[in-house]
């Protein structure tokens, strides 16, 4: 581990830099019923199957599939059959459908990667694990709380695995932060604070032909349910389970249908209290992406998106961390899976148990439930 120092407001900074990512690979299944380890096939050579092949696989995700050992990309799915092919070609993938089923039917795919907006999640999902074939899913892991319960007893039934794509909980920068607050140097932990807020998008503005995330049945909510899933996952994964929450949300600027404007505060069971306030109508070339944990001992500031350093604040200064990210931000988290699938490793942190749960409290903010 490297470190420098310099100052900021006259005090003592120390900058790290790397963390083993080895390390800190804990999950939580306790809330919700989860698959029998002891039954799932080891399988030697990954093929997997896209179902979707729009932006997030270009460089996010879809590149890891075939750089991770025992694993590569043998035929993706799109509805429009040219975007389909020329991706396949661009990719230099073998095949490629216009229809998810005969993708899922296609003998040489073995596992599948559903990478389309939530609504159809589950759908892709359950028939993909009906048919025996494990499946990692985008995030959030539905369009609803309910259909997050149909997937995950699909995978319970079935015994195949069904992992989501929070994959921040692989990354370096929140290992780091986990590790900050597992040694202690916070002491104990009394509140988090989540602070958010961004413009609106350009297409925000064309109500005629307006992004599928802000579209209800097709996102499940709006920008919320995309973004504000990996902070509140974020949440479980350093606190554990949110035992309670309670919300208000509004839609200030009439954009779309969506809320533009979430609070809420919560609990976990843990006893850490936290709060929450998200704006997707902020002032033009304005940006807050801020998580604020304080403790007895000390506080820890750092972000979610824009992966500023993270500050840890003392009565003997400040320090600061730096970590740097996979080429391919998706990397670790389909490591670990394609790991689990070749039985060269123990579950990875993000399943359908632990999933399910950031959709249940995003839920309840909303009041959908």
Known sequence: MGFGSESLSGR????????????????NTSTHQHINTSTHQHINMVH???????????????????????????????????????????????????????????SQVNAVYVATPPGSHAEYAIAAMK???PVYVEKPMAASYEECLQMNRVSVETGIPCFVAYYRRTLPYFLRVKQLIDDGLLGKISTVQIGFAI??????????????????????????????SHQLDLIDFLFGEIEHAEGFSNNMAGLYDAEDTVTTAFRCQSGVLGAGNWSFVAPKDTRTDKIDIVGTKGKLSFSTFDFSPILLETSEGIQEFREENPE???????????????????LPVSMAATAIRTNYIMDRILKKI
């Open 12 to 27: 003592a900074i120390l900058v790290h830099q790397h963390i083993n990512t080895s390390t800190h690979q804990h999950i």
């Open 199 to 228: 413009p609106p998008y350009a297409a925000d503005y064309d109500r005629n032909n307006l992004p599928w995330r802000v579209k209800k049945h097709i996102a499940g909510a709006g920008y919320f349910y995309d973004l504000a």
């Open 48 to 106: 997997w199957g896209f179902i979707g092949c729009g932006s997030v696989t270009e460089k996010k995700s879809g590149p890891a599939f075939s750089k991770v050992e025992a694993s590569d990309v043998v035929a993706v799915m799109r509805r429009n059959i040219e975007k389909a092919r020329d991706y396949a070609e661009r990719h230099a993938i073998g095949k490629w459908y216009d229809n998810a089923q005969e993708l899922i039917n296609d």
């Open 131 to 133: 048919a025996g074939k």
């Open 328 to 346: 391919n931000i998706q990397f670790y988290l389909i490591q670990s899976i394609v790991n689990y699938l070749n039985g060269k490793s123990e």
